[in-house]
């Protein structure tokens, strides 16, 4: 990485953290600051700047969510002067909470002291615990996550991150391409795994479980199989470069929004099995797969950052 590079990897971990409609000007603003920064002390140093000097200007800058900090109004949850005002109101809220619950548990008929401890067993379980959890996790989540910043400081160092990396290295797209040869192996043939379990020795009644219709195996089949089949060389690319490069990202996103297509067409255009309890599990299937691979690429979409001069 050059100098240019850890900047931009700086920039991005600091905008991401703002809000969307304030993250491209402030990730202008912001390049365009650390560039003249680092260019001053390149000339006082007398050389030019590289990813060292970069990398020390910018932890010596501030870690990204500090930065990010001072670009965001400052978020008070709790006024000090409210102090007192919330702990009352929590503690009213608690006692609201906990009185309806053993009102609602004591409903039952109370025919004698074990119907008592019963009804108690119950409001304490369903109301009195649930009630507690989720700000004590909060608590103990800050608490623990303040004490180890404290007790590890060099942990907190930023440290550039080139764009174009491969998220978990080569072993995950090596991972990647071992279940996109087993998903193809099903696809092709849904009983390679019985085979496998079994010996070739399952029963009849679960290999009639994994029959394709005619429809599917002529329409949405071949269709589905040559995207799988697609993703390979893509991510046989990637390996051997060791990077992701933006005509990859396009393959890729290009190559996931027609998997969903498929995979939406195939749910709403009829049975995939002829049995209608594997139908309806692979249908299941498919759609929680469509629907994770769009949730994820709304979700980088919406992360992405893009320093624009507007």
Not at 71 to 93: E, H, K, N, Q, S
Not at 243 to 270: F, H, P, Q
Request: one cysteine or more.
């Amino acid at each position: 990485m050059n100098a240019n590079d850890v900047i931009e990897s700086y920039v991005a971990d600091v905008a991401i953290q703002l809000p969307r409609r304030q993250r491209n000007d402030v990730a202008f603003e912001l390049r365009a600051l650390l560039r003249e920064e680092l260019q001053a002390r390149a000339e006082a140093d007398g050389r030019e700047p590289d990813a060292a000097m970069a990398t020390a200007l910018l932890q010596a800058f501030g870690r990204p969510a500090e930065v990010a900090a001072r670009y965001r109004p400052t978020l008070i949850v709790i006024d000090p002067a409210d102090g007192p005002a919330f702990l009352r109101a929590a503690f009213i809220g608690l006692a609201i909470i906990w009185l309806a619950g053993l009102a609602t548990s004591l409903q039952r008929p109370i025919a004698s002291s074990w119907d008592v401890l019963s009804a108690l067993g119950q409001w304490w379980g369903a109301t009195v615990i649930p009630s507690l959890w989720w700000p004590g996790v909060l608590v103990a989540g800050f608490g623990l996550a303040a004490w180890g910043r404290r007790r590890r400081p060099q942990a907190q160092t930023w440290k550039p991150r080139a764009g174009d990396r491969i998220h978990g290295g080569r072993t995950t797209l090596a991972l990647a391409l071992v279940g996109i040869v087993c998903g193809v192996t099903a696809l092709i043939d849904p009983c390679w795994l019985l085979d496998i379990i079994w010996g070739g020795n399952a029963a009849p009644a679960a290999y009639a479980a994994f029959v394709y219709t005619d429809t599917f195996l002529h329409r949405q089949g071949p269709c589905l199989l040559v995207l799988i089949l697609l993703n390979i060389p893509l991510l046989i690319t990637v390996m051997v470069n060791g990077r992701w490069s933006a005509r990859m990202r396009r393959v890729e996103l290009v190559l996931a929004l027609a998997t969903c297509a498929v995979l939406a067409w195939t749910v709403l255009d009829g049975p995939v099995f002829t049995a209608s309890s594997s139908d309806r599990m692979m249908r299941s299937s498919m759609t929680v797969i469509a629907a994770f691979t769009l949730t994820k690429l709304g979700v980088e979409w919406l992360r992405r950052v893009r320093p624009s001069p507007n």
